[in-house]
């Protein structure tokens, strides 16, 4: 049971809910929601009518549910905030990677894009100064050889020296650096191929799908799965020249090319900056499922659908906009990422523009957590879309409206939004029910993962 059943307030709540005469309706109105920890409340109603007669064919209102109030998810892509929709946001962004890596017939993407070029890229932040490391020998620079769970890693080694400032700044820049790489990157591999941008944009185009990961030191580097495609994308064939080879020849060029830079002007005390990727890159051939390899498909796109759902909270710092320094103490944050923090309040009033403070909560990353170019794969809308045509369709059944034409039917609705959140004993039950339904799923998938593959029946 979790720990905050021994709370009496919350137990006394807990039981509240649980003795309610519509507790039925409103364990089901959550389990609808995955068990999300802070759902939408909405009040409203809805009504489904026949064009030519006028008959009423469904009347919905929320004046019978419990509290008078309908509970829908949040949708917020945050574990630390909502581990249920979480859950289902990285279920979504591993079906949008992996069906750029071996296709979808559901979306469209053939499954020939198995044999254009692709790659699995990590770019790393430059260095800010040492930290705590674990060296795969020998012992830490300060001495002592670190646990993994050791909380001093990726913490400075002489906080007097580090470059606290210049950490934020690069994190705030990371967005542009990114695209100042994949400029890069479409003129390396056109000068490989012997070929100008322009006739690149005839035979070829680069797609990728990337998320970003924060180092425990605070630092954002970028994980990228980069693919050659033909010049209409996943459904045309990538040019003969198109090699892995020469992809992850192109990418390595391109990352340390003096092009792929960002330039921040000095502002007072601080000194321009030219801000570059670090030396530590990573280049990997994706490899199909089975053949041995631990870059696999499924491998890559379970990894990025990891850290599409977290942000900077490995680094102790808060999943929410930070309204004054004084909510440091209270959340016992960090001392080094505490720094980072005060980094971006003092530098903001010297780069307005760039609204360090507002983002010191992400120590100053502004850019979108994972994103992907416009023909790698689905989108998310799309994934949203077809769950909710689906959930669409299983209520219409259950009404008895899938025999008539959408033209025919009239729907009409009224609805308010009425407040979020559970109470402390709702809060308990709903993370009860959140686990159940997890459990359910890891039964299932390992009960499919036990079935005998086709291709041996």
Excluded at 288 to 311: M, R
Aim: glycine share 8%; aromatic share 8%.
């Amino acid at each position: 049971m979790p720990d905050t059943l021994l709370d009496p307030t919350t137990l006394g709540d807990l039981l509240r809910v649980a003795s309610a005469s519509d507790f039925d309706r409103w364990h089901e109105q959550i389990r609808r929601t995955g068990g999300c920890a802070d759902p939408i409340h909405l009040t409203g109603w809805t009504l489904a009518k026949d064009k030519t007669t006028g008959e009423t064919l469904h009347h919905y209102t929320t004046a019978n549910e419990p509290g008078g109030r309908l509970r829908v998810a949040c949708g917020n892509r945050r574990a630390s905030r909502c581990p249920s929709c979480a859950w289902t946001y990285a279920g979504d962004t591993y079906h949008l990677i992996r069906a750029g890596l071996a296709g979808d017939d559901r979306r469209d993407i053939p499954a020939t894009v198995r044999d254009h070029p692709r790659v699995f890229a990590t770019l790393t932040a430059p260095s800010f100064g040492r930290v705590h490391n674990r060296p795969d020998h020998g012992r830490c620079r300060c001495g002592i050889r670190h646990g993994s769970d050791d909380p001093d890693l990726g913490t400075a080694l002489d906080p007097a020296t580090y470059d606290y400032a210049g950490a934020v700044l690069f994190n705030n820049h990371a967005g542009q650096l990114w695209q100042r790489f994949t400029n890069r990157l479409r003129r390396e591999i056109a000068a490989r191929a012997g070929i100008t941008q322009r006739e690149l944009k005839e035979c070829a185009r680069l797609s990728y799908g990337k998320v970003a990961e924060f180092q425990k030191r605070g630092a954002v580097h970028f994980h990228a799965v980069i693919r050659i495609d033909g010049p209409e994308g996943p459904e045309t064939t990538a040019p003969a020249w198109a090699t892995v080879d020469l992809l992850a020849d192109s990418i390595r060029a391109a990352a340390a090319h003096s092009y792929t830079s960002v330039s921040v002007p000095g502002a007072e005390d601080q000194p321009a900056r030219t801000f570059r990727w670090g030396t530590q890159l990573d280049v990997r051939p994706v490899k199909a499922f089975g053949d041995g390899s631990q870059i696999t498909e499924q491998a890559v796109a379970s990894y990025v659908a990891k850290y599409a759902t977290k942000a900077a909270e490995n680094t102790g710092t808060l999943d929410r906009r930070i309204g004054e320094l004084a909510e440091l103490d209270r959340h016992q944050v960090p001392d080094h990422t505490r720094r980072l923090i005060e980094a971006c309040k003092q530098l903001d009033p010297l780069y307005p523009d760039r609204r360090l403070w507002a983002w010191a909560h992400m120590l100053g990353f502004r850019g979108h957590f994972s994103s992907k170019s416009r023909r790698y794969s689905t989108t998310l809308g799309a994934l949203r879309q077809a769950r909710a045509d689906y959930r669409a369709a299983q209520e219409h059944a259950a009404l008895g409206l899938d025999d008539r034409e959408p033209d025919t039917v009239l729907v009409l609705a009224d609805w308010q939004y009425a407040g979020h959140g559970h109470t402390p004993g709702e809060s308990a039950l709903a993370a009860t029910i959140a686990r159940d339904l997890q459990l359910n799923r890891e039964t299932a998938r390992e009960a499919l993962a036990a079935l005998p593959d086709e291709r041996e029946w």
